[in-house]
């Protein structure tokens, strides 16, 4: 692995819980940001909804239906997070994704610690293309806009590769979450190839995103309308970067993953939760 990209803040300090987490006005506001936070992103998806399905019918080239595609996820990501920092305390440090903002053709791999994962990609890099499970792409909040943003759907490996590549030599930003789903082995759950496997045959560089939550909000087994503890702190941090990986076996390259989630987490100014 190269040289790590220079993040704004020391690469290995988690995001702990603030001390106002124990504030009982916020205790008592936490349900309220929760039906904030899951209504206004059902709001938002539903609205989209009609004008995706309507887009998606007409014949237009393959280029100008990505174009809308990604812009309309872009600008109702960016509205969502903009209601998580002024309406539900969630404090929101996303600066080293701007750093990548006008790279092309880059494979971000990071950790699954949360539902909000995506979503925050999506808010800052308008060109992302997410891999994800088939069954959200027939999902009625999420399906008719990633189809027409041509999002990469998990159904056939080899498709998904296939797919994930192309998007790839378009210049898009592939996240891809390599646990395959969220954490529940802390801090990382065993993590597949596949992202080395499209970074090699596109070819692209890597680059490591880590996420680091306060307390572990959506996470694997926290139920949906479990109100978070605010304010929810979720900082983004810039690891290692991979240039173009090459002939470096595939397997080999997700290990290291998966160690370098692990030495960040377990520095000592981590924290004890993702």
Known sequence: MSAPQQPDHPPHRSASAPASAGNPLLRLYAPVAMVIGLVSLAAICLTWYPFAMLVGLL????????????GAIFAGTRLYTWILRSLCFV?????????????????????????????LFMSQLPNTVCVM??????NILFGAATRLAHYVSNA???QMVRQACDELRR?????????????????????SPASAIMAQ????????????????????????FKPPVLPLVVTMRLGQRIEAPGEQVAADIARQFEQDM????????SSSHV
């Open 133 to 138: 499970k088939a069954s959200l792409q027939q």
């Open 59 to 70: 014949p237009l080239p393959g280029t100008l239906r990505r174009r809308i595609g990604r």
């Open 171 to 191: 210049d898009a930003h592939l996240v891809i979450f390599p646990e395959g789903t969220r954490t529940s082995q802390w801090p990382i759950n065993p993590c």
């Open 91 to 119: 404090r929101l440090d996303l600066s080293a994704l701007q750093q990548l903002r006008q790279e092309r053709a880059l494979v971000v791999v990071a950790n699954h610690p949360s539902l909000l994962d995506a979503i």
């Open 156 to 158: 056939s490996p080899m």
């Open 201 to 224: 045959r596109a070819p692209a560089p890597m680059q490591q995103v880590f996420i680091e939550m306060s307390t572990p909000y959506l996470g694997k087994g926290w139920p949906l």
């Open 262 to 269: 692990r030495e960040h987490f377990a520095a000592p100014s």
